[in-house]
């Protein structure tokens, strides 16, 4: 019985000891995200399609990974992953008033993205809401080094 008591002991004080709670000033990424929500302007995969289509002189940033961006990204598209934005972003868009639309894969990143662009100058900034998820739910065309395709779900 001791025994069991004792493994006990040793198996629970690790747990106890590191198991302290996270202090309440220290913010998630998800709560980052909803408290910036309403500072950048949002469109949807159809108006961005739609400008695209139209001509309008717009520059679009994919912020996913290379891992991401190599299965596919929206045509013509630069990119510069989140984790660089800040110290890349002045290579690739060098006018502080060019209408620009961020995405990622479902929006947190790219409205993160969005916001660090605003606080860093840039004045016309959006970002595709859903991110390329609502673009490939869509049927829009993305693109790769293989060329353009269209992503299709299979289902079982």
């Known amino acids: 019985m ?21 202090d309440e000033n220290i913010k998630t990424g998800k709560q980052i995200v909803q408290e910036n929500k309403d500072k950048v302007t949002q469109i949807s995969a159809e108006q961005l399609h739609e400008m695209i289509e139209s001509g309008e002189n717009i520059t ?33 868009l060098k006018d502080a008033d060019a209408d620009i639309v961020v995405y990622c894969k479902s929006g947190g990143r790219s409205l993160l993205s969005a916001t660090t662009l605003k606080e860093l100058g840039y004045k016309n900034v959006f970002i595709l809401s859903g991110g390329i998820k609502s673009w490939r739910k869509n049927g829009y065309l993305l693109c790769n080094e293989n060329g353009m395709f269209q992503y299709m779900t299979i289902e079982k």
């Open 2 to 22: 001791l025994k069991k008591v004792l493994t006990l002991i040793i198996t629970l004080l690790p747990v106890l000891l590191f198991s302290q709670d996270v």
């Open 60 to 92: 679009i940033l994919d912020v996913r990974t290379e891992k991401e961006r190599m299965i596919g990204h929206i045509n013509n598209s630069k990119w510069i992953p989140r984790g660089m934005l800040e110290f890349k972003v002045q290579e690739v």
